[in-house]
């Protein structure tokens, strides 16, 4: 069933053509000559807001490389006449959505046309506000949570799928996995919760039988939760939070004797979780769903990886293209709308279509992302099973 998915997202016609870094050379001028004002190169701020400490360094390192290795790509893109090369202005919120603000104005300050970030949804709703008044866009690789296109932003966009597809897919998943009583736990956070809904919607469309419990991220016992989860017997057990909390969970439970398929969204899909669980075998088998499309439908995903390896020495982490695609996107929208103005940009992102490492991409009426002529429900979402201290791909 799988290989069929891969083979629909194959079958969307997704071209790459991932733009070639122009190179700059320079010559000695002679001092008699007259300056030459054609040519002329600037520099162009284009803010990255995410993670670098914190519980989610691990995603923010990924996002960051990511656009290291982007900037690098895409500078020397000429827009009326003028080559700008690009460069970031890199912050960290350390994963606090209390934090996000103080970030969101920094690079106000700073003086950036655009804003690649942040890592997460609650980040996103804290900042969005300061970017909106400053009139900034903002595109994000990884918050997913659905209420952030809803929410009537005009400056907000996302190149990963939305929660209420992946939590419909994840949802549907335990089902076909011929679950019939299945807990749903979040960690109260705006992900989480979000995600946490739309799951429980699915189970319970689909006939299933639901718990639902909360935990709270930053929380290490979850003795409470293991008893009523224990007392209900399930077939699976979701967690809609992250990777830490995670591998507490899943070890406790394991502790307990719950004998029940672990899964969850793609909070939890960092390699990390096994130690977070006391060991890679308490998450043996667990399997998640993630927010952005199969990086083995991807036509410009080899070549990212082998850069991203080069740079870093490091497997390509969560939503590394994602974000990727999303300076991609800025840079596109420039060059569209043959400015560098950040209310240009934005008219400009709603209209153009771009090639990147996923594919060629749009943003919808809403700011989502979107794959002009192709799919756009749960068959894009794609499977993971951790095994080998791992997340493989399922095809």
Request: net charge negative; glycine share 14%.
């Amino acid at each position: 069933m799988w290989s069929e998915r891969a083979r629909k997202f194959l079958a969307l016609g997704l071209t790459v053509a991932l733009v070639a870094t122009l190179g700059l050379s320079g010559c000695a001028r002679d001092e008699t000559e007259e300056p030459d004002d054609t040519g002329a190169t600037e520099t162009i701020k284009i803010g990255v807001h995410t993670s670098l400490t914190g519980g989610l360094a691990d995603y923010g390192f990924a996002a960051a490389e990511a656009l290291k290795i982007a900037a690098e790509d895409l500078s020397g893109f000429e827009v009326d006449g003028v080559t700008y090369d690009i460069e970031l202005v890199i912050k960290d919120d350390k994963g606090e959505p209390a934090e996000a603000p103080i970030v969101a104005q920094q690079l106000v300050d700073e003086g950036v046309v655009a804003v690649i970030g942040t890592l997460t949804s609650g980040a996103a709703n804290a900042a969005l506000p300061i970017y909106q008044a400053a009139g900034i866009p903002m595109i994000s690789g990884s918050a997913t949570a659905p209420d952030l296109t809803e929410q009537g932003f005009e400056n907000f966009f996302r190149t990963c799928l939305r929660d209420d597809i992946q939590g419909a897919a994840l949802g549907e998943w335990a089902l076909e996995l011929g679950a019939e009583k299945v807990v749903v736990m979040d960690d109260r956070g705006d992900y989480a919760v979000a995600l946490a809904n739309e799951v429980e919607e699915a189970v319970d469309a689909g006939g299933g039988e639901v718990l639902r419990q909360e935990g709270q991220e930053g929380e290490v016992d979850f003795s409470a939760q293991v008893s009523n989860i224990s007392a209900f017997g399930p077939d699976v057990v979701i967690f809609t939070g992250y990777h830490r909390e995670a591998g507490l969970l899943f070890k406790q439970l394991t502790e307990a004797g719950v004998e029940a398929q672990f899964m969850g969204g793609d909070g939890i899909k960092s390699d990390l979780i096994g130690e977070g669980a006391g060991g890679a075998e308490n998450v043996e088998g667990a399997l998640c769903t993630f927010g952005g499309f199969a990086q083995e439908g991807m036509p410009g995903f080899e070549e990212f990886a082998a850069k991203f390896r080069d740079a870093t020495g490091e497997e390509v982490g969560p939503y590394a293209e994602n974000n990727y695609d999303a300076l991609g996107a800025v840079v596109a929208a420039m060059e569209s709308a043959g400015s560098t103005d950040s209310a240009d940009i934005i008219s400009a992102l709603f209209e153009v279509e771009f090639d990147g490492v996923m594919g060629t991409l749009a943003f919808d009426e809403k700011g989502d992302v979107s794959v002009p002529g192709g799919g756009s429900g749960t068959e894009l979402v794609p499977r993971f099973e951790y095994t080998g201290g791992t997340w493989v791909y399922m095809p």
